[in-house]
Every structure is written in C-alpha cells, then in structure tokens.
C-alpha cells in the first residue's frame, strides 16, 4: 500500500467532513422596537368576525350625521404606528353621498389643551372606512392608517358627508353598542368624543360602543435607540 496516497486521501476525506460541517447559528439582534400590533382601545365585546343582523326594535345604537364625528379617545405613553381603527357598524342608505363613495371616514385629531380634539387646525390623518354595502347587517369596519403618533392624547372620529337633514333617527347609521334577540350583544365602554362641526360642540363621555383601535408600540431596545419605522404587520391580528 501506497502510504503517501493513504495519506492525501485522509487529509482530503478529512477536509471535505470539515466543509460540510454547518457553522453555528448566530443568531442576530432583534430590531429596536420592533413589536406585534396590540389593542390599545377595544371596547367591541366581540370577535371583529362577529357579523349582526339589523333588526329595528331590537337594535342600539349611535346614529352619525353630515357634520358630526364620533369617535374614540387614545392615550398613548409610547411612540406608536397607528394601523388600525375599527367598530361594529352599518351605512343606510341616507349615509352614501355618491354611487361609488364610501360612506364613512375616520380622522385622527391630536387632542388640544383642554383634552378635546383640535378641530380647529387640520387631521393628522384621514382615511376611508371600509362598507360592505350590506345594509342588513352590522360588521366590523376599518380604516387603515400608517401613522406615527408620539406620546400624547389622540382622537379617531368617524365622520360622514350624508344625511345632512336630520328627519328621524333611522336616516343615519352608525356604531352598534347593543342587540337584544338570540345574539344578545352588548359593547363595552370606552371614553368616546362626538363633534358637532356647525354648532362647535365637543362632548367627551363614557359610552358603551363597538370601538377598537389597533397599533404597533415602540418600545426602546436594551441599547437606548428606538425604531421610530411605520411598519405595523396586521396578519397576526385577531
């Protein structure tokens, strides 16, 4: 036997075991402040897949008129991406300016020195609610934001163009907070503000209604630095 060749052949055997051993994992620094989206209201008593039948004398809740918002208060103590505002709602057919419009928006007011909504400025944000153009059921219904809001007070009202005369209290719809039948459903509460624009009127009150407002918090990683990036992943909510 050839030594020399027994020899190469082991150092090359050798060397190709040691190539396919893996390296160790390591395993990298999560991003500063990267969280999953989390509630930071959520009076809706209820899974957002919850689909409510529209029943006339059973049925509770605020109507939204053109001129009006109604919506809830966030206190934030963190730099936070709004992704999310939601609630249990249903359009008429009074609500829809226009064939192709959706009947309700959500604006983000930041709140003034007072603690109510600074209507008297411009929204930070303004965006669309969804519709299922369904008006026999009540369904959760969202606006989606990418907006970053430091610490502070915030307001998102839901607003509309239509009805603008007030002829009765069914012209309008608006946000569920109770149901009375086989469903039996019932809100929580949550602190609620609703705008009179014409008049000028701010209220602020505890009031049971399907709200639910959803964010990303940014918390500071170990090392002092915070990610102030606006992505929020919705997938894994529920």
């Known amino acids: 036997m050839n030594l020399r060749r027994v020899a190469v052949a082991a150092l090359t055997t050798g060397s190709a075991l ?15 402040g990267r969280t999953e989206p989390t509630s930071l209201v959520n009076s809706l ?48 057919p009074a609500n829809y300016a226009g064939d192709d419009a959706n009947p309700f928006w959500v604006e983000i007011w930041p709140a003034d020195v007072n603690g109510l909504p600074a209507v008297d400025g411009q929204p930070l944000a303004v965006a669309p609610m969804t519709d299922d153009h369904d008006a026999t059921t009540w369904r959760y219904e969202t606006a989606r934001f990418r907006l970053l809001l430091q610490p502070g007070t915030y ?45 000028g009127v701010v209220e602020i009150a505890d009031r049971y209604l399907a709200f639910r407002v959803v964010g990303c918090v940014k918390t500071p990683h170990s090392s002092g630095r915070t990610d102030h990036g606006r992505a929020c992943n919705l997938r894994s909510l529920t």
């Open 155 to 199: 307001f998102a009202l839901v607003s509309t163009d239509a009805p603008r005369d007030f002829n009765g209290i069914d012209d309008g719809g608006g946000v569920l907070f109770r149901l009375e039948g086989p469903e039996d459903y019932t809100s929580g509460v949550t602190k609620v503000a609703t705008l009179d624009r014409e008049a």
């Open 45 to 92: 008593n209820a899974s957002p897949q919850t689909v409510l039948p529209d029943r006339f004398l059973d049925r509770g809740w605020i109507p939204i008129f053109g001129g009006h918002g109604m919506g809830p208060r966030i206190t934030l103590t963190s730099p936070t991406v709004l992704a999310q505002v939601g609630a249990f709602m249903n359009a008429f």
């Open 18 to 32: 040691v190539l396919l051993i893996p390296s160790p994992t390591v395993a990298r620094p999560s991003n500063p």
